[in-house]
Nanobody, 122 residues
Framework: VQLQASGGGLVQAGGSLRLSCAAS????????MGWFRQAPGKERAFVAA????????YYADSPKGRFTISRDNAKDTVNLQMNSLKPEDTAVYYC????????????????WGQGTLVTVSS
């Protein structure tokens, strides 16, 4: 599976961004998809995950209620709608995929995109 993340940019605090991750290669619809982020000087952190069916989602505490993960298996894409952004959301955001794991551990995901930078100004 090849993953290509896009949609990052510069936004003011309180604003919104929508990240997208396009997948190609294998049967995308059968993979769990996740979003992670890495701020400068920090480890990669879990943001959200969605099961292959789209029927179950899982969020880290920080973005819960502000971010929404969704997927379109017909288009082989997964999205992350980010609202009410805060300066502490500034990071490089990565999408990831795994054929079986569903959870927050980045070490369990087999496939990664290249990352897209989100900068939230105060």
């Amino acid at each position: 599976v090849q993953l290509q993340a896009s949609g990052g940019g510069l936004v003011q605090a309180g604003g919104s961004l929508r990240l997208s991750c396009a997948a190609s290669g294998r049967t995308f619809s059968r993979y769990t998809m996740g979003w992670f982020r890495q701020a400068p000087g920090k480890e990669r952190a879990f943001v959200a995950a969605i099961r292959w069916s789209g029927g179950s989602t899982y969020y880290a505490d920080s973005p819960k209620g502000r971010f929404t993960i969704s997927r379109d298996n017909a288009k082989d894409t997964v999205n992350l709608q980010m609202n009410s952004l805060k300066p502490e959301d500034t990071a490089v955001y990565y999408c990831a995929a795994d054929p079986s794991y569903y959870g927050p551990d980045p070490n369990e995901y087999d496939y990664w995109g290249q990352g897209t930078l989100v900068t939230v100004s105060s």
